[in-house]
Structures are given as C-alpha cells and as structure tokens.
C-alpha cells in the first residue's frame, strides 16, 4: 500500500466494485498523540480533493456537539466492507449492522475489557456476541439518529477482540471526546 495518501482515494457508495463518487486525498491529520498499537487518540481527519454530492446512497453523518450524549442502550448503526467474521472475506456490497451502545462502566468490567476502556474509546454491539465490525471496517462510522431523524457521528470503528465475540463488543473512537480537536484541526 503507498504511504502517500496522494496515491489515496476515497469510495462512496453502496458497491465496492463499482463506487459512484471517487475523490482523491489532499491530505490526512493523524492525531498528534497517537502511538499505534495503543488504542487512544485513534482519530484522523481525511482532506477530500473536492466535496461529495449527496445521493440516496451517499449520505451525511453530522458532528454532533461535545456535550451531544448517546445514551446506553441506544441504536447505533455501523456499517463497512469488513470481513463479515473473523478471518473472512470481504463483501463487495457495504454492510451494516445495527448495535446498541454499552455505558463504559460495563465495557470496563472484568469479564469484558478489563479497564482498558478511556475516556474517549465507546463501547457499541451486544454482550452475548452476534452483530459487530469487523477486520476491513476500521475507520468506519458508527450513527446514531436523533428524535428528528438527523443521523450524527457516534464513534470511528477503531478495535475489538476478533468479531461478535460474547463479552467483547466493538470498540469505537468517541467523537465527542475528540470534537474541540476536530474544530481545531477543521475549523468544522
């Protein structure tokens, strides 16, 4: 893969095969403290060529505000061209799945991550396993709808512990912790 993000583009749409909107990358911003393979500050902001056109297959996530909550047990969406099981092959049609979001608290506890859980990380999916991302949609959004319909940006599939695993949900980039980085970084 180049590490140029110049050499980069960027598909929207619903197939893999045959996107409808392409745009090449001007430039990436990683976060500044993020030191892979740690997990904090797993956020970058991708700088498109040119803006996107909205469709009915193309559609906008808002930012929502810092202090915008999704509570425990609401839906989230989540969708990407990841594996659809753990060590699997990818789909050529994007996919999504519906999950709830897990307080932090519960995704701290022992039986499932242990204390790992920051502040800024989000736990979504379901305790007794069955829908979760996947290897291939790291980097992916994670929706939530609020009363009026408008879909907002919950969290950036960042980790988990192989897929839809009983106890180890997905674990996501929380937007709202980020979202003054965000502002400096896009004026957005």
Known sequence: MASDPKEWSVSFGLLLSDPQTQRSIKDIIIHENYHYPAHDNDIAVVH????????SNIRRACLPEA??????????????????????????????????????????????????????MLCAGFLEGSVDACQGDSGGPLVGADYKGTWFLAGIVSWGDECALRNKPGVYTRVTYYRDWILSKTGL
């Open 67 to 120: 202090t915008y909550t999704f509570p425990p047990n609401s839906d989230v969406v989540v969708t990407g061209w990841g594996t659809l099981k753990s060590d699997g092959t990818s789909p050529n049609i994007l996919q999504k799945g519906l999950v709830k979001i897990i307080d932090n608290k519960t995704c701290n506890s022992e039986e499932v991550y242990s204390g790992v859980i920051t502040p800024g």
């Open 48 to 55: 498109l060529s040119s803006p996107v056109l909205y469709t």
